[in-house]
């Protein structure tokens, strides 16, 4: 789960080149980085070196490029949003922020949280549902609350990490790095495509509503994660605590627990740890993480998640055994009729799946562990066989 790339264009064909032997059709079925190879010749000196002027036409050139890729914006925005929130954080330390202040940060968490779990995560990204005109239109609002870009760039860049995670074809791979994952992918230069299929399968499923969040994202997702928070906490004469604190500073938290399923719920998987289904994971890779399920909203069952994507759930277990508000709250519409055609995998298919890799790592048992809300499946000991019996 990501803050948006800038959406990538559709894969093309290739033109042909001259020798018809050295044409190969490329494979759409791989994700493929893309960087562009050109080089441009710049003014040079007498001496061959560049001149002052070719100089500066390089700085354009860079500053266009990162223009392009989404870098100028996440360069001035992302930091100056983080100086607001730092405010509003030394504002709660001095005590000088109200309770009702408090208390509607924490709701626009959960409302923001749940328009990136529920909305651009499991629904536009994964389709695990199906959701009315209504509901799109809700989560939209959700999710500008969460100021997160472009809800197609977000679908798009976790569909490229889906198709080739922690590999360097991952925009966020976990194998450069923990704060690349966590935060420095955003400022990476490298531009990545989807295969066409996987382009088409996003973008083709995406409704009037993201298409019209994304024309005015730029304008429209700024009042409402910090105008809207500032005016509802004016009710009570705390306008500016409601922009710096249930405003930037709850952005922030919720910016930096959607990073935490890049960096945190991913990472070293060695012997020993718990994973539901894959006994012979090793190094890194997704993983369970109980700090990204609780403050996401269940994201953080994230081994079973990459094995099931299509899944609502993103969960193994009921929603009182493994904490998951999110799953909670799309049943919730469903039971109104704003939700239908919940996708869930049944307990047939995890045990093949579970029996298929236990075939990989040996034979395995397991046992669900853990109190209520945080139980989950690990691999046991096995048992231990009786010794034969010795004839007297």
């Not at 760039?153 to 704060?179: E, Q, V």
């Not at 992918?185 to 499923?205: A, C, G, P, Q």
């Not at 991913?266 to 990204?292: K, Y």
């Not at 953080?300 to 998951?324: I, M, R, S, V």
Request: hydrophobic share 45%; with cysteine; net charge positive.
């Amino acid at each position: 789960m990501t803050p948006a790339l800038p959406v990538p264009p559709m894969p093309a064909r290739p033109e042909a080149p001259d020798d018809p032997q050295a044409f190969k059709e490329p494979a759409t079925s791989a994700v493929r980085p893309h960087v562009s190879k050109v080089r441009r010749a710049y003014p040079a000196t007498a001496k061959g070196n560049v001149s002052l002027w070719g100089r500066v036409e390089m700085v354009v050139q860079h500053v266009l490029r990162l223009k392009r890729n989404g870098i100028l914006i996440q360069a001035v925005g992302v930091p100056v949003r983080h100086l607001l929130a730092l405010y509003g954080l030394w504002l709660c330390l001095r005590g000088w922020v109200g309770h009702r202040t408090i208390l509607l940060s924490v709701a626009l968490w959960v409302v923001s949280g749940l328009g990136v779990t529920a909305g651009a995560h499991r629904l536009w990204t994964h389709r695990s549902y199906s959701a009315t005109p209504a509901m799109e239109a809700l989560l939209m609002v959700m999710f500008s609350i969460a100021d997160q870009g472009s809800i197609a760039g977000w679908a798009l860049t976790h569909a490229m990490h889906h198709s080739a995670s922690d590999t360097k074809w991952d925009p966020h791979n976990r194998k450069a790095g923990f704060w690349h994952a966590h935060f420095g992918w955003l400022y990476s230069i490298k531009r990545f495509h989807l295969s066409t299929d996987e382009y088409h399968r996003v973008m083709d499923n995406l409704g009037p509503a993201v298409f019209f969040h994304d024309r005015y994202c730029v304008a429209w997702d700024p009042a409402w994660s910090l105008l809207l928070p500032m005016a509802i906490a004016l009710c009570w004469g705390e306008a500016l605590s409601g922009l710096f604190v249930a405003g930037a500073l709850r952005w922030a938290f919720v910016q930096h627990v959607t990073f935490f399923v890049n960096s945190v719920a991913h990472g070293e998987r060695e012997e020993g740890d718990a994973h539901a289904f894959d006994a012979s994971a090793r190094g890194i890779g997704p993983r369970v993480s109980l700090l990204t399920t609780v403050l996401a909203l269940g994201e953080g069952w994230h081994d079973y998640h990459h094995l099931f994507p299509w899944d609502y759930a993103a969960a193994e277990l009921g929603a009182w055994d493994q904490w998951n508000p999110t799953k909670v709250f799309i049943d919730a519409c469903s039971a109104v009729g704003l939700v239908s055609g919940r996708r869930r995998c049944s307990p047939r298919l995890q045990e093949a799946r579970r029996a298929h890799l236990a075939d990989l790592a040996g034979p395995q048992r397991y046992g669900v562990v853990g109190p209520p809300f945080l139980r989950r499946r690990v691999p046991l000991a096995p048992a231990a066989r009786d010794s034969p019996k010795r004839k007297a």
